[in-house]
């Protein structure tokens, strides 16, 4: 059993920035791939940023790239998402999750079914 908890959630205005982290239970990020996601009330979860870390490789969809950023430290078994020029559209409850890696498959998954642990939730209500 995987487990996560995020934190780092909050009030701000737009074009602020804000940086989420991802505790984990996973001692070994190479096994894993991990993502963020974003859910509105009323809609799926959305990812945001996600991250095979055995292949280096990332995949940010079109309305955060460039904008946001997913990062971790194993040594302290944390995972980040840095979000740089937020909009309002970017509310929403921020989801970490983490799934064990698919042998031979560079990208990390990108729906919220293939994923297997999940956090609780942070809140991120960008607002003036």
């Known amino acids: 059993q995987v487990h996560l908890e995020e934190s780092g959630g909050g009030l701000v205005q737009p074009g602020d920035s804000l940086r989420l982290s991802c505790v984990t239970s996973?001692?070994?990020?190479?096994?894993?791939?991990m993502a963020w996601f974003r859910q509105i009330p009323g809609k799926e979860r959305q990812i945001v940023a996600g991250?095979?870390?055995?292949?280096?490789?990332?995949y940010y969809p079109d309305p955060v790239k460039g904008r946001f950023g997913i990062s971790g430290n194993n040594a302290q078994d944390t995972m980040y998402l840095d979000m740089n020029s937020l909009k309002p559209e970017d509310t929403a409850v921020y989801y970490c999750?983490?799934?064990?890696?698919?042998?031979?498959?560079?990208?990390?998954?990108?729906?919220?079914?293939?994923?297997?642990?999940w956090g609780q939730g942070t809140q991120v209500t960008v607002s003036s």
């Open positions: 999750a983490a799934r064990e890696i698919v042998p031979g498959r560079g990208r990390p998954p990108l729906w919220a079914d293939e994923y297997e642990y």
């Open positions: 996973v001692r070994t990020f190479s096994t894993y791939a």
């Open positions: 991250i095979n870390w055995s292949a280096g490789s990332t």
